[in-house]
């Protein structure tokens, strides 16, 4: 502000809050909330809400991953690293502990 001295126009949404606070500063009479006024605004936040979108999706990718992580180790044993008695017999263990956790 005093860089650049007071703005002649407020453009703004056409919220009622905004209207309030623009009055209290004494401001009302320069705000304009005409239709297409807000695009340049607009416009400038579309990288953040890009970012914001993309973050979105990675929260719910981790809650999947949390999730999925702690069902995968549970049914997910090495074939490899045991014989195929004992491969089967932790698998039926572990799935029957699911289906209990499952019914609860």
Same mark, same amino acid.
């Not at 009622?16 to 239709?35: F, M, Y």
């Given at each position: 502000?005093?860089? #650049?001295?007071?703005?002649?126009?407020? !453009?703004?949404?056409?919220?009622?809050?905004?209207?309030?606070?623009?009055? =209290?500063?004494?401001?009302?009479?320069? +705000? *304009?909330?005409?239709?297409? =006024?807000?695009?340049? !605004? =607009?416009?400038? #936040?579309?990288?953040?809400?890009?970012?914001?979108?993309?973050? +979105?999706?990675?929260?719910?990718?981790?809650?999947?991953?949390? *999730? #999925?992580?702690? !069902?995968?180790?549970?049914?997910?044993?090495?074939?490899?690293?045991?014989?195929?008695? !004992?491969?089967?017999?932790?698998?039926?263990?572990?799935?029957? =502990?699911?289906?209990?956790?499952?019914?609860?």
């Amino acid at each position: 502000m005093k860089r #650049h001295g007071r703005p002649e126009e407020l !453009v703004t949404e056409k919220l009622r809050s905004s209207g309030a606070a623009l009055k =209290e500063i004494g401001a009302a009479d320069r +705000q *304009v909330t005409d239709r297409w =006024e807000n695009n340049r !605004v =607009e416009n400038s #936040h579309q990288p953040f809400r890009r970012r914001e979108r993309a973050m +979105q999706r990675l929260r719910s990718l981790q809650t999947f991953a949390a *999730v #999925h992580s702690s !069902v995968c180790n549970h049914f997910n044993s090495d074939r490899s690293l045991s014989s195929r008695d !004992v491969f089967k017999m932790n698998r039926t263990a572990a799935l029957a =502990e699911w289906r209990g956790l499952c019914a609860a």
